[in-house]
Structures are given as C-alpha cells and as structure tokens.
C-alpha cells in the first residue's frame, strides 16, 4: 500500500528539548512538505523541499529545522527555539510532473510539550 | 492577512439535505483550488479540485464551483450523509505545482 507514514502518533517532551518526526513516503513524490495545525487554525506550511538535498522555508518555519537526505523521508526537527511547539503537525508530498495533482498527506503526529 | 477565507467555522445539515461550504479568496494569482476533508487526529484526504479555466467540477454527490469574478468557490455535497460529518478544507494555489494556503475550515456536522 502506497502512503505516507507519520511516527509517532502522540508524542510528549519537556520544555527545552529538541524533537524529531518522522514522516516516511513510498509514493515516489518529489515534493515534501511540513504543516502545523492548531486548533481553529488552517494548515500552516512550515518547510518544504521539492528535491532531495534541498528545501525552502515556509510561512511559520522559525524555531524549525528539516534535512532531506533521501526522497522517501522528510524528518522534521522541533527545536527549543520554537515558542509554542504543542500542536498537530502534519507530513505531505506530491507529484510534481502529474498535472494538477493533489497533496497527500500522512495521518499526522501530536505533538505535547509541558 | 488570510489569503484563504472560509467564514463559517461550522455548518449543520440535515441527513438527505445538501451541504454548501463556502470559500473567499484574495489572491487574484490564485488558478488551483482544492477541496479537503479532515477527521479528527487524522491526516486531510483530498476530495476535489478545479483549475480557473472551468467553473464547475463534479465527482459523484460532489461538486465545486468557482466564481473567479466574486473571488468565491462553494463545494456541493448532495446527498449529505452522516458520514460526510468533518472539518472541510478550502486551499488555493498559484498553478498546480504552487505551495497550498489553507483556510481555517468549516466543520460539517450530519444529522441523522
């Protein structure tokens, strides 16, 4: 089955911790791409890369860092840097050379920081 | 400032009676818009889509519609069904590669 998985699903860290998720795609997409959501909020796009060893900031991309070594992954840092890293965070790719093809998106992890 | 528009945190419908999600843009460059639908703790699954060269985009009790003059798309959802109970996700695009902004949603509920 062809997706994206998002691990962990829950996620809980001390404040002044850095934390990584993990976001793995078997779709063969190009493009990756990292949202956050809050409550009331839109998906908020905080990095992505349409390339291996490449990737652009975002809107809300402060306090954030991302590496793309290979094409199946996308791992997200959330640094202690972030000011309010409790949210919904959520992995998608596509296909760029499909015509008006949609963001897929994994099943997202939530993240809780106390 | 929002770019993507959807004012209507929430919409009650009566099972077997239509449902219509409204969507404002401010962004004329705007030519890609998508429909997603979100249940709780998962990921959005997308619905459908339509392009600014049509007004009008059907798949099965769904349907987009887009007035590019209003700035407005609307997604048709006939017959609603309890199972169509989600937040819906209006997003929008410059040309179909463009990175997608997102509204804040609009949370359908179905009743039986």
């Known amino acids: 089955d062809g997706g994206i998985t998002q691990s962990p699903k829950y996620l809980f860290r001390k404040e002044g911790q850095n934390v990584t998720l993990s976001c793995e795609q078997n779709?063969?997409?190009?493009?990756m791409y990292w949202y956050r959501q809050d409550p009331g909020q839109g998906l908020r796009l905080i990095y992505y890369s349409q390339i291996v060893n490449d990737f652009q900031k975002g809107d809300i991309a402060e306090g954030y860092s991302v590496s793309r070594e290979k094409k199946e992954s996308f791992p997200l840092t959330v640094t202690s840097a972030q000011k309010n890293p409790t949210a919904f965070y959520l992995c998608?790719?596509?296909?760029?050379?499909?015509?008006?093809?949609?963001?897929?998106f994994g099943n997202g992890t939530r993240l809780t920081v106390t | 400032d929002q770019q993507v528009k959807q004012n209507s945190p929430s919409l009650s419908v009566q099972e077997g009676r239509i449902s219509i999600l409204n969507c404002d843009y401010t962004n004329s460059m705007f030519d890609y818009f998508l429909w997603y639908k979100k249940y709780p703790a998962e990921g959005p699954t997308f619905l459908i889509s339509i392009s600014s060269i049509k007004d009008k985009n059907e798949d099965g009790r769904f349907t987009v519609f887009l007035n590019k003059s209003a700035k407005h798309l609307s997604l048709h959802i006939v017959p609603s069904q309890p199972g169509d109970s989600a937040v819906y996700f209006c997003a929008a695009s410059e040309g179909s590669q463009g990175n997608l902004i997102f509204g804040k949603g609009t949370k359908l509920s179905v009743k039986p």
């Open positions: 998608a790719s596509r296909d760029l050379l499909g015509f008006n093809s949609p963001l897929h």
């Open positions: 779709l063969n997409h190009d493009a």
